[in-house]
């Protein structure tokens, strides 16, 4: 397994943006395929974004495309989710996860690694 520790949440306006981070420690991250979940009181899980090994696959969830971009750096074991023209409905618990046999997809299923989570609050 590969271990995860997001942070880069916080408090922000509506129409502002933050950059999540995801760093991992294992040796097995440039050969995972990752992604970012988020959850709130109440709901399940909901998927955010992935991204392939080599980074040239990006998925995302309809409510986030165009505003969110997924991105990795396997040089330093690092993957970053940027969060642009962010609504009140993106308010959330934000995880980040890998899944050591690489596929993106878009279920938490596939993920065996999760980060400790990052609150995002977004005010309006």
């Known amino acids: 397994q590969v271990q995860l520790v997001d942070s880069g949440g916080g408090l922000v306006q509506a129409g502002g943006s933050l950059r999540l981070s995801c760093a991992s420690s294992?040796?097995?991250?440039?050969?995972?395929?990752v992604g970012w979940f988020r959850q709130t009181p109440g709901k399940e899980r909901e998927f955010v974004a992935a991204?392939?090994?080599?980074?040239?696959?990006?998925i995302y969830a309809n409510s986030v495309k165009g505003r969110f971009t997924i991105s990795r750096d396997n040089g330093k074991n690092t993957m970053y989710l940027q969060m642009n023209s962010l609504k009140p409905e993106d308010t959330a618990v934000y995880y980040c996860?890998?899944?050591?046999?690489?596929?993106?997809?878009?279920?938490?299923?596939?993920?065996?690694?999760w980060g400790q989570g990052t609150q995002v609050t977004v005010s309006s």
């Open positions: 294992g040796r097995t991250f440039s050969t995972s395929a």
């Open positions: 991204i392939s090994v080599s980074g040239t696959t990006r």
């Open positions: 996860a890998a899944d050591r046999f690489g596929r993106t997809r878009d279920s938490g299923n596939y993920y065996d690694s």
